[in-house]
């Protein structure tokens, strides 16, 4: 029972276009979300959050978007770069209700195309 | 900067064995967390702990122990090993649980054969 599904596996985009990377949860009680980076042979770095308190957070070229209604978030990176390619994983926590527990999705392979 | 630091990055195990992976951190985190992911699939937690002498069990505890003596150090122990314990492990940190994120080790890759 996947609380936090990325139905993409995989994602492929051009160079100095925009790449949306999709999530959805279903845990109603998950209040912070999270992405993370990560590069083969590295651990995850942590990218972007947002809280369940607001519907957008942005930095930089990154921006994560959350409709808690439809319990779907996107990060949307623009415009995309070759040193974007990586596995994206996104990731939530229930912690106002005491859990420590991040769950993660599955990940998204972003290959960015010069 | 060393942040959390596992080692070792790699190790092959036959059915049976033990062993420890070790993990430090150097930010003075009072949270950490094991957390193992298996290829095509997400990070699942094994087990974390809140602060010295404290750990709980997380998703996927069994067949693992770990012990949490100083702050600075969480290793994690397999005692008999068994191939489906052949995943990528990370051990994490954090300063808080409540919207924060968690730093990662580059990982270990375990394989039981």
């Known amino acids: 029972d996947q609380q936090v599904k990325q139905n993409s596996p995989s994602l492929s985009v051009q160079e100095g276009r925009i790449s949306i990377l999709n999530c959805d949860y279903t845990?109603?009680?998950?209040?912070?979300f999270l992405w993370y980076k990560k590069y083969p042979a590295e651990g995850p770095t942590f990218l972007i959050s947002i809280s369940s308190i607001k519907d957008k957070n942005e930095d930089g070229r990154f921006t994560v978007f959350l409709n808690k209604s439809a319990k779907h978030l996107s990060l949307h990176i623009v415009p995309s770069q070759p040193g974007d390619s990586a596995v994206y994983f996104c990731?939530?926590?229930?912690?106002?209700?005491?859990?420590?527990?991040?769950?993660f999705g599955k990940g998204t392979k972003l290959s960015v195309i010069p | 900067n060393a942040g959390v630091t596992q080692t070792p990055k790699f190790r092959i195990l036959k059915i049976g064995q033990s062993m420890t992976l070790q993990c430090t951190q150097d930010?003075?985190?009072?949270?950490m967390y094991w957390y193992r992911q298996d290829p095509g699939m997400g990070l699942k937690l094994i087990y974390y702990s809140v602060g010295a002498g404290i750990t709980d069990k997380g998703e996927v505890p069994n067949g693992y122990n770990v012990s949490r003596s100083t702050t600075e150090d969480f290793p994690l122990r397999l005692e008999l090993a068994a191939p489906s314990q052949t995943s990528v492990y990370f051990c994490?940190?954090?300063?808080?649980?409540?919207?924060?994120?968690?730093?990662f080790g580059q990982g270990t890759r375990l394989t039981v054969v």
């Open positions: 994490a940190s954090s300063y808080s649980t409540v919207n924060t994120e968690a730093f």
């Open positions: 990731a939530a926590s229930a912690a106002g209700a005491g859990s420590y527990q991040l769950t």
């Open positions: 930010m003075n985190h009072n949270y």
């Open positions: 845990n109603s009680m998950f209040d912070y």
